[in-house]
């Protein structure tokens, strides 16, 4: 017993260290801490959108960014929003929709290019 318990205090203890490690102070960080993706934003990269499907709320601003080698739109098909050419390495934003429901978009320039931005 007296084992098993000096057992979980090293455990703890070990827990508590690596736990510190993380912290954002001093200097050099760890490769493996990352920034979260920004919310409300789609990028464009190898001719597709990351994520193909966003849901966001009505009258949410979307944030296109463009990380491709190519010049790219993201284009409502009901034509409800647009973001018109975004250069390679821009970005751009656009206002989604007030009315709640399912939009598809397309980059016009390559449209087999497609994803959906759900507004609820």
């Given at each position: 017993?007296?084992r098993?318990?000096s057992?979980?205090?090293a455990?703890l203890?070990?827990?508590l260290?690596?736990?510190?490690?993380?912290?954002s102070?001093?200097?050099?960080?760890s490769?493996t801490n990352?920034?979260?993706?920004?919310p409300?934003t789609?990028t464009?990269?190898?001719?597709?959108?990351?994520p193909?499907t966003?849901?966001?709320?009505?009258?949410a601003k979307v944030?296109v960014k463009?990380?491709?080698s190519?010049?790219?739109?993201?284009?409502a098909?009901?034509?409800?929003?647009d973001?018109?050419?975004?250069?390679?390495?821009?970005s751009?934003t656009?206002?989604?929709p007030?009315?709640?429901?399912?939009?598809?978009y397309i980059c016009?320039i390559?449209?087999?290019?497609?994803?959906?931005?759900?507004?609820?």
């Open positions: 017993m007296r098993a318990v057992l979980l205090v455990l203890t070990v827990g260290v690596v736990a510190g490690c993380g912290s102070s001093g200097g050099g960080g490769a990352t920034a979260p993706a920004a409300n789609i464009i990269n190898n001719f597709a959108f990351s193909s966003l849901t966001v709320s009505p009258g944030t463009n990380a491709d190519a010049t790219h739109t993201l284009t098909s009901d034509k409800s929003f973001t018109g050419s975004i250069a390679t390495g821009a751009k656009f206002t989604a007030t009315k709640p429901g399912t939009y598809s016009t390559h449209q087999f290019m497609q994803g959906t931005l759900t507004v609820k």
